[in-house]
C-alpha cells in the first residue's frame, strides 16, 4: 500500500522559513513525479512545486519561484520543500502526491493517484 506521510507545518511569522517533508512508502514503480500542493479556506487547490524520480529536476508554481525549493532523498524516499519569505498568504494546508509511472509533472492533480493527509501551515503577520 502507498502511503505518503506529511510533516513539517506549522505557525510562522511573515518573512519566516519552514520546511516540509514527505516521506514516501509502500511503492515500487521505477518513474513517479511527486508534487505539493496546497489549499487555503475557501480557495482552489493549487499546485506549487513537483519532482520527478527520473531526471530528480524540479519545478515551480509562479507562487514559488524564488522562495520555494523542494528536493528529493531518494535513499529515504523523502522529498521536502523548504519554503522561504513566507508570507501571510501562503496560509494553507499542503499535501503531497505522488503519479505513478511518469517521468514528467502531470498538468493536472486528477493525475495524481496517492495523497498524504496534509500538513497545516498558518503564516501570521
Known amino acids: 500500500e502507498v502511503q505518503l506521510q506529511a510533516s513539517g507545518g506549522g505557525l510562522v511569522q511573515a518573512g519566516g522559513s519552514l520546511r516540509l517533508s514527505c516521506a514516501a512508502s509502500?511503492?515500487?514503480?521505477?518513474?513517479?513525479?511527486i508534487e505539493w500542493f496546497r489549499q487555503a479556506p475557501g480557495k482552489e487547490r493549487e499546485g506549487v512545486a513537483c519532482?520527478?524520480?527520473?531526471?530528480?529536476?524540479?519545478y515551480y508554481a509562479e507562487i514559488a519561484k524564488g522562495r520555494f525549493t523542494m528536493s528529493s532523498d531518494n535513499t529515504e524516499n523523502t522529498v521536502y520543500l523548504q519554503m522561504n519569505n513566507l508570507k501571510i498568504e501562503d496560509t494553507a494546508v499542503y499535501y503531497c502526491?505522488?503519479?505513478?509511472?511518469?517521468?514528467?509533472?502531470?498538468?493536472?492533480?486528477?493525475?495524481?493517484?496517492?495523497w498524504g493527509q496534509g500538513t497545516q501551515v498558518t503564516v501570521s503577520s
Open positions: 519532482i520527478t524520480s527520473h531526471d530528480g529536476n524540479a
Open positions: 502526491a505522488l503519479a505513478p509511472w511518469e517521468q514528467v509533472c502531470p498538468p493536472e492533480a486528477a493525475n495524481y493517484d496517492y
Open positions: 509502500g511503492f515500487t514503480f521505477d518513474d513517479y513525479a
